[in-house]
């Protein structure tokens, strides 16, 4: 068991292992907590039920409450019947939300957490690869809205996290490649180390949930993101780091109706902005290679032939790090040094072109 903290004005703690069981869960509520609100996704019902059966055991009034699944759950219609469940079974400030799910039920659940009586203690159990190293950590909840995705939420981090490897069992390996993408991504920013783990490692085995080598890099991701949030917590300016790939990476997932995989869209956005770094002379062709080789080595794409660049440049104009109309992407000056820089769309084209967007 690995435990990683966040510090700062909200602090958080983030419990890494395998059989973490309900332990971790039921330390992280305020001794002062009578009642526990279990938001969780569908298909995750009979763990949902055991631990309201666990937590009732304790002497808590442990409730449940479902939602659609993925980006179907993350609006407006289903945190107002979520704050209404919410003064049915009067939480109170000292009261608890548990998060059980994916992003999506961390983004939505986090945001019920941080608006019901203005904030009360919020729990995250994420169960995919992509929520234990991002979503359910740092401290983003937000829904969607008819204009865009995410454009709604708080910055509310979850007073502990609890990321028991054993979750990822039944997870599909295509989703645990997708959650590798952020992995991977954190090793380009900020720790390398991850990157020899992956280039040394089968695919198989990395892969695996129970090995040791996947938990080693989700540890070190999910450390890489608790150091910088950390330090910045309201993205003023650090956190972009953690936007490596992720200019494109949303152009891409909007202009595909989000029918994309996040982290097949990140893997694809981290090719694309090594090119980027490699025309102004800051990474080696040798470093683009590498970006190339460690993504498509888990099978995530490295290659984008869909929606022309036009249109993509046209949704990226809405990216949060546009300022004054210009494009800002997070560049590397070399492995693990990250910075964020303005780029004209000209510098966009052979980019765009090396990696398959058409013109």
């Not at 129970?210 to 608790?226: C, P, Q």
């Not at 590397?332 to 303005?342: C, K, M, V």
């Amino acid at each position: 068991m690995t435990t990683i903290t966040v510090t700062g004005p909200r602090p958080s703690t983030i419990t890494v292992g395998r059989g973490l069981g309900f332990a971790p869960i039921v330390s992280a509520l305020d001794a002062a907590a009578t009642r526990v609100l279990i938001i969780h996704a569908r298909p995750l019902a009979s763990r949902a039920h055991a631990l309201a059966d666990h937590l009732r055991g304790l002497g808590y009034a442990a409730s449940l409450a479902d939602h659609p699944d993925a980006e179907a759950g993350k609006t407006i219609e289903v945190v107002s019947s979520l704050w209404d469940r919410c003064g049915d079974l009067q939480l109170g400030r000292k009261d608890a939300i548990i998060a059980l799910g994916g992003g999506a039920t961390t983004d939505m659940a986090g945001f019920v957490a941080a608006t019901w009586l203005r904030g009360i203690t919020l729990i995250n159990v994420p169960t995919t690869l992509l929520g234990m190293v991002d979503a359910a950590v740092g401290g983003k909840t937000g829904i969607n809205t008819s204009v865009g995705k995410n454009l709604v939420g708080s910055f509310y981090p979850a007073s502990a996290v609890v990321a028991d490897m054993d979750l990822l069992a039944t997870l599909p390996r295509a989703d645990l490649a997708a959650g590798a993408a952020e992995v991977i991504k954190c090793g380009f920013i900020a720790d390398p180390t991850i990157l020899t783990v992956v280039e040394e490692t089968e695919p198989e085995a990395l892969l695996d949930p129970g090995g040791a080598e996947l938990r080693e890099i989700t540890a070190r991701a999910i450390a890489v993101k608790a150091r910088v949030v950390s330090a910045d917590l309201m993205e003023g300016g650090l956190r972009e780091i953690l936007n490596y790939g992720h200019t494109l990476a949303h152009a891409i997932e909007r202009a595909n109706d989000y029918g994309w995989r996040h982290g097949d869209a990140v893997a694809v956005g981290c090719c694309f902005a090594a090119r980027l770094a490699r025309s102004r002379g800051l990474l080696t062709d040798a470093d683009v290679a590498r970006h190339d080789a460690l993504f498509s080595r888990l099978g995530l794409p490295t290659r984008y032939e869909g929606t022309d660049l036009g249109r993509l440049r046209t949704i990226m104009a809405s990216d949060k790090k546009v300022r004054r109309g210009v494009l800002r992407f997070v560049l590397l000056h070399g492995i693990a040094n990250p910075r964020t820089e303005t780029v004209e769309p000209s510098e966009l084209v052979d980019a765009a072109q090396a990696i398959g967007i058409p013109s």
